[in-house]
């Protein structure tokens, strides 16, 4: 599926969960035929009731439905949840749910980290925007800053061929029960492309721990290596190999304007302590950083020059490039990269601190060593986390689940 550019799409930006959402759940409340859904966090807040609410309004019409969610991001879904969309009739599927060890989770490697979803095979949402109320700007100063896009056009049949083999691979079944597991097939055009319904070029570009182990990063290399005049990348977990970085510093010495936007207020602290080991390395190339100051940076959004930009869930940092399964959508359109470019300029000049050389320049042998450490970490890391077990992921339905923890919260906390 990785790897065939395919034209005639329109793309929308999504910008937080008050664009994000009332579209999402519109289009699913509509949907006439199929609705998949892939999400890393679902949580029973009022972003989730009303996903769940979209959902039923579905089902009860008869509309197929899979929803998968991961068994480490969304740990507390209730019963009454779980069976209102399973007596529906919505397949609720868990990915890698695992029991706590010592009241700890275990499943912390190998996230299905996607979002996606899938409508009647002609519209497609995917971005990095999961299903709570810190999505959303009345949540306070922790609420993330995010996006996502909606497809439309001949790429939503790749992604929906995609979503629909991932369920397959998952859950361990042979193409030729598909039928069985889906029901009649998409109502498509017989040549299996939808019709153009805008001018950009996209491609669809995704993670697992298989094939395709390094393709988004790869793609992140290949843009920033042929970047002539603009770099700006806007990600919340930022802690790259040693190739992406050199790549950033090569363009800046060229004379690219590369800039980084970073976090400023993160949700997590090692996440700010983790990116700020490389700004000296950065900075001295010419790369400008910014740290994004409103609240928490949550995006995952980049582009190039004038027409190359990409929106989805993998971060740069070991867990989504060497471990978590992601999916980003790359896309090639001028009008798309203006606004994308628009907005990232904006959130610079009014929303970030700009870190300067003067900021982090320190000396010593402390200094030094810690080049040295980060230095060969990011050259090894990749090889050194492909060492993790890699086992095929697998899929549970909610309802065994259900059954088989017999307590308040589904599986002990670890069905979302």
Not at 166 to 184: K, Y
Not at 292 to 313: F, I, N
Not at 373 to 402: D, Q, S
Request: proline share 5%; glycine share 8%; net charge neutral.
């Amino acid at each position: 599926m990785n790897g065939r550019w395919v034209g005639g799409n329109l793309v929308t930006l999504l910008i937080n969960g008050e664009a994000f959402f009332p579209r999402v759940f519109e289009c699913i409340a509509a949907a006439e035929r199929e609705v998949l859904l892939e999400t890393f966090i679902l949580f029973e807040d009022k972003v989730g009731l009303a996903l769940q609410a979209a959902l039923l309004t579905a089902a009860r019409r008869g509309v197929q439905i899979d929803v998968t969610i991961d068994g480490y991001g969304s740990p507390d879904l209730s019963p009454a949840f779980i069976s209102a969309l399973t007596q529906a009739g919505v397949r609720v599927h868990v990915f890698d749910p695992s029991p706590r060890l010592w009241g700890y989770r275990t499943n912390v490697f190998r996230r299905m980290h996607r979002k996606i979803v899938v409508i009647d095979g002609t519209r497609a949402f995917v971005g990095g925007i999961n299903y709570s109320a810190d999505h959303l700007a009345d949540f306070g100063p922790t609420a993330k800053q995010d996006y996502s896009v909606e497809i439309e056009g001949p790429l939503v049949t790749q992604i929906q061929d995609y979503a629909m083999t991932q369920l397959l691979i998952a859950q361990r079944q042979p193409p030729s029960l598909r039928h069985r597991l889906f029901g009649r097939a998409p109502e498509v055009p017989q040549d299996n492309t939808l019709p153009a319904a805008g001018t950009a070029e996209a491609l669809l570009v995704t993670r697992d721990n298989r094939e395709h182990r390094s393709d988004i990063e790869r793609h992140y290399r290949i843009a920033i290596r042929g970047a002539r005049h603009r770099i700006i990348i806007a990600n919340a977990y930022f802690f790259p190999g040693y190739r992406l970085l050199r790549q950033l510093r090569r363009a800046a010495r060229r004379g690219v304007d590369v800039n980084l936007i970073l976090q400023g207020e993160p949700d997590m602290p090692i996440v700010k302590i983790a990116a700020g080991l490389l700004y000296h390395h950065l900075l001295e190339a010419g790369v400008k950083i910014y740290e994004y100051q409103e609240r928490p940076l949550h995006g995952k959004v980049a582009l190039t020059d004038d027409e190359w930009s990409t929106v989805g869930s993998s971060n740069l940092d070991p867990l989504s490039l060497s471990l978590n399964l992601e999916a980003n959508v790359i896309i090639k359109d001028r009008a798309f990269n203006r606004g994308l470019g628009e907005h990232l300029e904006l959130l610079i000049q009014k929303s970030c601190k700009q870190i300067l050389l003067r900021d982090v320049a320190e000396t010593g042998i402390w200094v030094s060593l810690r080049s040295f450490f980060v230095f060969h970490l990011l050259r090894r890391y990749p090889a050194w986390f492909g060492w993790l077990p890699a086992h095929t992921p697998r899929l549970t339905p909610a309802e065994k689940l259900m059954t088989e923890a017999g307590s308040d919260h589904v599986n002990e906390g670890q069905v979302s």
